[in-house]
Structure formats: C-alpha cells, structure tokens
C-alpha cells in the first residue's frame, strides 16, 4: 500500500508563529486531504488538495504531485490550532491512508 | 445540512460480546468508510461502502463486518471482542468516495 510520512512528529510554537507542516507520499495518488483532529477525536477537513495550492483563512497547503509530497502552512498561529494533523492521501481504491500525523501545540 | 452522526459516542463491553456501531452519513452521499484509530496502529482503514455494495476491505479479521443500508446509513458489526478492539471508530462519507471525506464524531469503545 501507499506509505504516508509526515514530518515533524510534533511542534510547539508561541502564538503567533508561523510554521509549515510536510506530507511525504510513496505512489502516485487520486487525492490528498488535510485534516484536524480536535481533543475531542473528531476529524476536521481542511483540504481536499490533489494537486496545486489552496487557501483557507490563516491555513494553506500545497501539493506537488510529480514530486510526491504536500505542505500545510499555519500563519499567525492561534492556541485553538492546537491538535494533530493528518495527511491522508487515495488512490483508486476508496481507501484513505493516513499518515502517523502531526502533533502540534500552540502556547500563549 | 446536518454532518456525519454516529451512535453510540461511547460503549464500554467485555472481552467474548459483540457490538454494533451506526453511522448516518450527509444527505446526498452514497460513500461510507469506517477507519479505527488506536495509539498504536493510528488510522486504519477498515471498510467503504457505496451504494449498499462494499468495494473496499482493510486488512481486519473476519469478525470485523459491515453494511450499507438503501438510505446510505451503515453499520458496523465487531464480534467476539477482544482487548486489542477497543479504539476511536470514525466513520466518513462523501458523495462518490473519491471526493472530500467528512467524518463523524466517532464512536469510543473500550473492552474490558
């Protein structure tokens, strides 16, 4: 199956901080999605970013296919960005496979 | 337009029962996929359903079943539990199953 590597494991920034978080995947993919697991365990979707850049508010991701990776920017960090984050990447399969996420935590 | 539900959010049972999770998905959509995330393992994928058919199957024993109802909504079907089967299971929809993936709240259970 497809490998997902996300990188780093975990971040700690000052409110404020801007930070960019990296997705590695091992194939060629149909689709790649951000998301945000809050506290609670539910999971967020912030992008549905097969190929190209995206923006949403303070958030943006790029993909680059040929190369096999993606990128999650956070700008001027907020503590409610605190959470882990997920790359999930699909090929033709229905079948998301995740990466092992990012930990991040945002101080005040 | 309402998000993906699924009952129970909790569910404590003990090692030999069986349970049964449920998952209503988004209206319009006709992909449903089940995921369980444990510290150890993370997200794996356990099964996709579209259109009551399941065309996709995740690397779980027998004892992990599942089904999709005419309205889309699904369940999924753990027997014989064992301590190794309590985790976070998540189930997501979408419209085709390749397309965004939104979750639902999640169902926690813990084997004892």
């Known amino acids: 199956g497809i490998q997902v590597e996300q990188s780093p494991p975990d971040l700690i920034l000052q409110e404020g901080a801007n930070s960019t978080l990296r997705c590695n995947f091992s194939?060629?993919?149909?689709?790649l999605q951000w998301f945000h697991q809050n506290p609670w365990g539910q999971l967020i979707n912030l992008f549905y970013?097969?190929?190209g850049t995206k923006q949403n508010g303070r958030l943006s991701a790029t993909t680059v296919a040929t190369e096999r990776y993606s990128l999650l920017y956070i700008s001027s960090s907020q503590t409610t960005d605190s959470g882990v984050y997920f790359c999930a990447v699909c090929s033709n399969d229905y079948k998301l496979s995740f990466g092992a996420g990012t930990t991040v935590t945002v101080r005040a | 337009k309402a998000g993906v539900t699924q009952t129970p959010r909790y569910l404590i049972k003990t090692r030999g029962q069986q349970v049964t999770l449920s998952c209503s998905p988004i209206s319009g959509h006709r992909s449903v996929s089940w995921y369980q995330q444990t510290p150890g393992q993370g997200l794996q994928f356990l099964f996709e359903?579209?259109?009551?058919?399941?065309?996709n199957k995740g690397n779980f024993p027998g004892r992990f079943s599942g089904r999709q109802f005419s309205n889309s909504r699904s369940e999924m079907n753990v027997s014989t539990l064992e301590l190794g089967d309590s985790a976070l299971y998540l189930c997501?929809?979408?419209?085709?199953?390749?397309?965004?993936?939104?979750f639902g709240p999640g169902t926690r259970l813990t084997v004892l």
């Open positions: 359903y579209f259109s009551e058919t399941q065309r």
């Open positions: 970013i097969p190929s």
């Open positions: 997501a929809s979408s419209r085709t199953g390749a397309d965004t993936q939104y």
């Open positions: 194939d060629s993919v149909n689709n």
